[in-house]
T-cell receptor, first 110, second 117 residues
Framework: DAKTTQPTSMDCAEGRAANLPCNHS???????VYWYRQIHSQGPQYIIH???NNETNEMASLIITEDRKSSTLILPHATLRDTAVYYC???????????FGKGTRLHILP | DAGITQSPRHKVTETGTPVTLRCHQT?????MYWYRQDPGHGLRLIHY???????DKGEVSDGYSVSRSKTEDFLLTLESATSSQTSVYFC????????????????FGPGTRLTVL
């Protein structure tokens, strides 16, 4: 079973920041939080990952709470091309498998 | 795209026939994976490989076998295809310096759409 909980779907207006939440209350100390997205009919695409500190790259920002039990993926200026299913994954340390949950379907509204 | 290709991209076959899907990578990654994706189920891991001739089962391995005789190719075989195996199949590699562990990242191929009639 996936170790994360995400809302089934969300809407966001184009040009606004999209904030996608993820709960991972059973995360253990060395587990990383990963985010992927899947645009319709394409393979999943890596976005970002983090352990404790907030992370930012050219695609998004990842905010992890101090207790690490939840995180938020932020797309700062959402565009129509960001419409996709977003997966939050907790990756067990030293584990070579990644198990996907059902993700959040993000709709960017024009 | 981490140099991942899948073939064929689309296939229609009949129940009971054998089917082999191929995943090819050009960057010498040690770890390779096969997933299937179905409406309502998301991505589910079928099998994965951590080296030549080294494979292990995932969540939904029944009815599937895999082989990895060389680093660049990971084959998924349906010995006798059933309609329940109609799905989109994705191959992935793990990119990173350790080969496993929290800092390595998966990259996915474009997918193969398989229909079993």
């Amino acid at each position: 079973d996936a170790k994360t909980t995400q809302p089934t779907s969300m809407d966001c207006a184009e040009g606004r920041a999209a904030n996608l939440p993820c709960n991972h209350s059973t995360i253990s100390g060395n587990e990383y939080v990963y985010w992927y997205r899947q645009i319709h009919s394409q393979g999943p695409q890596y976005i970002i990952h983090g352990l404790k500190n907030n992370e930012t790259n050219e695609m998004a920002s990842l905010i992890i709470t101090e207790d690490r039990k939840s995180s938020t993926l932020i797309l700062p200026h959402a565009t129509l091309r960001d419409t996709a299913v977003y997966y939050c994954i907790v990756r067990p340390n030293r584990d070579d498998k990644i198990i996907f949950g059902k993700g959040t379907r993000l709709h960017i509204l024009p | 795209d981490a140099g991942i290709t899948q073939s064929p991209r689309h296939k229609v076959t009949e129940t009971g026939t054998p089917v082999t899907l191929r995943c090819h990578q050009t960057e010498n990654h040690r770890y390779m994976y096969w997933y299937r994706q179905d409406p309502g189920h998301g991505l589910r891991l079928i099998h994965y490989s951590y080296g030549v001739k080294d494979t292990d089962k995932g969540e939904v391995s029944d009815g599937y076998s895999v082989s990895r005789s060389k680093t660049e190719d990971f084959l998924l075989t349906l010995e006798s295809a059933t309609s329940s195996q109609t799905s989109v199949y994705f191959c992935a590699i793990m990119e990173g310096t350790s080969g496993s562990g929290g800092t390595d990242t998966q990259y996915f191929g474009p997918g193969t759409r398989l229909t079993v009639l």
